[in-house]
């Protein structure tokens, strides 16, 4: 899948989140965020470039879901391996119960 490919598939942010949304969707594995960055549609003509997910990457889905002049959010982070048939979450600390 192309990058442009993922920012057009991914998950909608409502409106009322989108203005505090994490800068990218998925980035790669790093001290710090790394190639490649996944960038939301609405961002993509800014600042996406394009390139192609492979199998053996490991990338890290990431969100932050808080409303605007809020005072809470909620950010996450998966890490996946993409393989030759799709996904393998590589993340195993589990999400609180009261969060879902």
């Given amino acids: 899948?192309?990058?442009?490919?993922?920012?057009?598939?991914?998950?909608?942010?409502?409106?009322?989140?989108?203005?505090?949304?994490y800068y990218v969707s998925a980035h790669g594995v790093g001290m710090t965020g790394e190639y490649p960055y996944l960038y939301h549609q609405a961002d993509f003509a800014q600042a996406g470039y394009d390139g192609e997910i492979e199998p053996g990457m490991t990338l890290?889905?990431?969100?932050?879901?808080?409303?605007?002049?809020?005072?809470?959010g909620v950010k996450l982070e998966q890490q996946v391996l993409i393989t030759e048939t799709g996904t393998e979450v590589l993340s195993n600390f589990p999400f609180e119960d009261d969060l879902r």
């Avoid at 991914?10 to 989108?18: E, L, M, N, S, T």
């Avoid at 890290?60 to 809470?72: A, R, Y």
């Fill in 60 to 72: 890290c889905v990431e969100s932050f879901i808080g409303e605007k002049g809020g005072h809470e």
């Fill in 1 to 21: 899948m192309s990058f442009r490919d993922y920012a057009r598939e991914a998950w909608p942010i409502p409106d009322r989140y989108f203005d505090n949304r």
